[in-house]
């Protein structure tokens, strides 16, 4: 119906890929190979059950088995060129693994490619099967892999915060709010924070997967499983769970995320909270090394014309990752918007920029976690931040009371000394000052009211 065209002699892809390449000039970004590799295993599932269930002869099951495993072992990345960006929900995608995995099997069995191959890309490895629930099914599988890197990635940069938590926990410094000095904390305290945050993501990626667990593979075309036996339909998913070793569930009403895809919307934007902590918390190293307080990890030289300067490049580089995060984000939503009826058209996209999100955040995670068990304090200028900040006397309030604190923070002002330690020890008493400025009392949860004199 649409002409013929020649195929390179040493191609395992075919017709359908060839005019998807022809039709999809776009962007030159090759389709991710966590999707290839996930399509592979939902071929493999569908010619398990479909030997299981004798709809395939053993002998034709076996090689597509084989030629799947094969692929999602990375095996042929060079027979996948079409573009990331193409159009028919990722039929072009799907067409490129049924023609590669068919030829190959046909060389498993001994026979040749394109009209002359022993397995049929369409009527024996895409048997009972649509675009449909195939790419949805195959994107989750890939996402759900990528989280269970992520979580380790999470813990890895929870326990680098946790370390430096610990080793910093005796430095007392100054706390700051708004650009501006507060009251005083321990970087240990500092640090802890930034470690809870890394804590909450590493939980939000099993809410993320618990989200994409629920697949509509056997749906076919709409959801409703024309064209597939309901012996194949119920069989699938289990086959698909033993290649995976993921706990996968078919919907119960398969039409659901056929036509749906706010499943992607909620992964994205519990992605999109640890994209939110890699930011905040860069920026706040960023800022403490320009202070003094703490020393980044050099990493490379800063400047060409500048001799010695070193930049904080890593924190730059996990940002401006979470930049791309964020953006990525809006881009999921727009799309799974736009989905009409029983099918989104926009899956392509979809995948690759929810596929691109999650390998930034495994990546950003990694180096960062890197970067910060190198971090190294500087006691000498948080001391130095924290002995002359008129911040300090609210730590007082509750043994002296604010008329007094105020009263003393006024004097010390007015006679211009340079240390408001050294002045609150002459005025209060070394022994008060020493246990009011003692790192465990600055971290504790409120004041002990005993030591407080009440009326």
Same mark, same amino acid.
């Given at each position: 119906?649409?002409?013929?065209?020649?195929?390179?002699?040493?191609?395992?892809?075919?017709?359908?890929?060839?005019?998807?390449?022809?039709?999809?000039?776009?962007?030159?970004?090759?389709?991710?190979?966590?999707?290839?590799?996930?399509?592979?295993?939902?071929?493999?599932?569908?010619?398990?059950?479909?030997?299981?269930?004798?709809?395939?002869?053993?002998?034709?099951?076996?090689?597509?088995?084989?030629?799947?495993?094969?692929?999602?072992?990375?095996?042929?990345?060079?027979?996948?060129?079409?573009?990331?960006?193409?159009?028919?929900?990722?039929?072009?995608?799907?067409?490129?693994?049924?023609?590669?995995?068919?030829?190959?099997?046909?060389?498993?069995?001994?026979?040749?490619?394109?009209?002359?191959?022993?397995?049929?890309?369409?009527?024996?490895?895409?048997?009972?099967?649509?675009?449909?629930?195939?790419?949805?099914?195959?994107?989750?599988?890939?996402?759900?892999?990528?989280?269970?890197?992520?979580?380790?990635?999470?813990?890895?940069?929870?326990?680098?915060?946790?370390?430096?938590?610990?080793?910093?926990?005796?430095?007392?410094?100054?706390?700051?709010?708004?650009?501006?000095?507060?009251?005083?904390?321990?970087?240990?305290?500092?640090?802890?924070?930034?470690?809870?945050?890394?804590?909450?993501?590493?939980?939000?990626?099993?809410?993320?997967?618990?989200?994409?667990?629920?697949?509509?593979?056997?749906?076919?075309?709409?959801?409703?499983?024309?064209?597939?036996?309901?012996?194949?339909?119920?069989?699938?998913?289990?086959?698909?769970?033993?290649?995976?070793? *993921?706990?996968? @569930?078919? =919907?119960?009403?398969? #039409?659901? !995320?056929?036509?749906? &895809?706010?499943?992607?919307? %909620? /992964?994205? +934007?519990?992605?999109?909270?640890?994209?939110?902590?890699?930011?905040?918390?860069?920026?706040?190293?960023?800022?403490?090394?320009?202070?003094?307080?703490?020393? *980044?990890?050099? @990493?490379? =030289?800063?400047?060409? #014309?500048? !001799?010695?300067?070193? &930049?904080?490049?890593?924190? %730059? /580089?996990? +940002?401006?990752?979470?930049?791309?995060?964020?953006?990525?984000?809006?881009?999921?939503?727009?799309?799974?918007?736009?989905?009409?009826?029983?099918?989104?058209?926009?899956?392509?996209?979809? =995948?690759?920029?929810?596929?691109?999100?999650?390998?930034?955040?495994?990546?950003?995670?990694?180096?960062? +976690?890197?970067?910060?068990?190198?971090?190294?304090?500087?006691?000498?200028?948080?001391?130095?931040?924290?002995?002359?900040?008129?911040?300090?006397?609210?730590?007082?309030?509750?043994?002296?009371?604010?008329?007094?604190?105020?009263?003393?923070?006024?004097?010390?002002?007015?006679?211009?000394?340079?240390?408001?330690?050294?002045?609150?020890?002459?005025?209060?008493?070394?022994?008060?000052?020493?246990?009011?400025?003692?790192?465990?009392?600055?971290?504790?949860?409120?004041?002990?009211?005993?030591?407080?004199?009440?009326?």
């Amino acid at each position: 119906m649409l002409g013929e065209k020649q195929i390179p002699a040493d191609a395992l892809w075919g017709i359908h890929t060839a005019r998807a390449v022809e039709n999809f000039p776009l962007s030159g970004i090759k389709v991710n190979p966590s999707l290839i590799r996930a399509v592979a295993q939902v071929k493999k599932a569908a010619a398990l059950a479909n030997r299981e269930l004798k709809y395939l002869s053993i002998k034709n099951s076996d090689a597509i088995i084989r030629a799947a495993e094969e692929v999602a072992e990375g095996k042929y990345s060079e027979q996948f060129p079409v573009d990331a960006f193409q159009g028919g929900a990722g039929t072009s995608l799907n067409m490129n693994l049924n023609e590669v995995i068919a030829n190959r099997a046909s060389e498993i069995l001994g026979g040749g490619k394109g009209a002359e191959a022993l397995v049929h890309p369409l009527e024996d490895v895409n048997k009972h099967q649509s675009t449909n629930d195939v790419f949805p099914t195959a994107l989750k599988v890939a996402l759900i892999y990528d989280l269970k890197a992520l979580s380790a990635a999470n813990a890895g940069l929870q326990g680098a915060f946790q370390k430096k938590e610990k080793e910093f926990a005796g430095i007392v410094k100054i706390g700051r709010t708004e650009m501006q000095e507060a009251v005083p904390v321990t970087l240990g305290a500092e640090f802890s924070a930034f470690a809870e945050a890394f804590a909450r993501d590493r939980w939000r990626t099993f809410k993320a997967e618990e989200r994409l667990r629920v697949v509509n593979l056997g749906g076919t075309a709409v959801g409703t499983g024309l064209g597939a036996p309901k012996s194949y339909i119920f069989l699938v998913i289990e086959k698909l769970r033993e290649v995976t070793g *993921l706990g996968l @569930a078919r =919907a119960e009403n398969v #039409i659901d !995320p056929t036509a749906n &895809n706010d499943a992607f919307v %909620e /992964a994205s +934007a519990i992605l999109k909270a640890n994209a939110v902590n890699l930011i905040k918390i860069s920026s706040d190293l960023r800022l403490l090394n320009l202070l003094g307080e703490i020393h *980044l990890p050099a @990493a490379q =030289a800063g400047s060409s #014309i500048m !001799p010695g300067k070193v &930049n904080p490049v890593i924190a %730059e /580089a996990v +940002a401006q990752a979470g930049y791309r995060v964020l953006s990525n984000d809006i881009t999921v939503s727009e799309l799974c918007s736009k989905g009409t009826l029983q099918i989104n058209e926009f899956m392509p996209l979809l =995948a690759q920029i929810m596929l691109e999100t999650t390998g930034l955040l495994i990546a950003s995670n990694k180096i960062f +976690a890197a970067h910060v068990s190198g971090i190294l304090a500087d006691e000498d200028k948080c001391r130095e931040y924290f002995e002359k900040s008129p911040a300090l006397i609210t730590a007082f309030l509750p043994s002296i009371g604010y008329d007094r604190a105020n009263e003393i923070l006024a004097d010390f002002r007015r006679t211009k000394q340079p240390n408001l330690r050294q002045y609150l020890e002459e005025k209060l008493g070394k022994e008060l000052v020493t246990k009011v400025l003692s790192p465990y009392n600055l971290v504790a949860l409120g004041y002990r009211e005993e030591n407080a004199d009440r009326p």
